[in-house]
């Protein structure tokens, strides 16, 4: 059910970004484990996406983990207070990934509720990627972590998804990548309570 190496080797960024919609990410942060239902997702393509951090080739301590071969976490804070969690994809030096926005809590409730000071039936528990890294424990501790190890991995339930369940619609605050901006490369599965409020169905 854990999504092999393999998984994460797929050159087709866009792909993996709709097709992570409906698996599970686990974390186990001191032996309490956690799990949520993808809900949405962002793509970033490389050094070609004016919108990624490794647009044009930019290697730094930060983004050095996004050109790893597929299969990784990349975590990076934001705004100075929020753990990102990205999906790195494909192969070793092509710096794709896949941002995870938001999370249905599956599994480990309690926790989540414990780490987000609300009930997890409150659809902002885990909406937004600062929102759904912190519901599941992730923090920048967890950068570069193997995705098919046992402290943070993606399952396949068996949660498929049509193509009229998902929408494909611009990225979030990323209006300095000019004309990247306006690339429907956030993908959601429509009606989710879960989803973030911007573009929301």
Request: with cysteine; net charge neutral; aromatic share 10%.
């Amino acid at each position: 059910m854990k999504l092999s190496r393999g998984y994460y080797l797929n050159e087709d960024v866009l792909h993996l970004a709709k097709d992570l919609l409906g698996k599970v990410l686990f974390t186990n942060v001191k032996g309490e484990v956690s799990a949520g239902i993808i809900v949405e997702t962002e793509a970033y393509f490389g050094i070609s996406d004016k919108a990624s951090h490794a647009y044009g080739g930019r290697r730094t301590n930060r983004t050095e983990t996004m050109f790893s071969e597929g299969g990784v976490a990349y975590v990076y804070l934001c705004y100075g207070m929020h753990n990102l969690f990205n999906v790195v994809s494909s192969k070793i030096n092509d710096p794709h990934a896949i941002l995870i926005r938001a999370i249905e809590p599956l599994i480990g409730k309690e926790l989540m509720e414990e780490r987000r000071k609300m009930v997890f039936a409150k659809p902002a528990i885990s909406s937004g990627p600062g929102s759904a890294a912190k519901a599941l424990g992730i923090d920048r501790s967890f950068n570069a972590k193997d995705l098919t190890g046992n402290e943070i991995w993606i399952e396949d339930h068996q949660i498929s998804m049509d193509d009229n369940e998902i929408m494909a619609v611009p990225r979030v605050g990323i209006a300095y990548a000019q004309e990247h901006a306006a690339l429907p490369w956030r993908f959601y599965i429509k009606g989710n309570k879960y989803v973030s409020k911007p573009n929301k169905v």
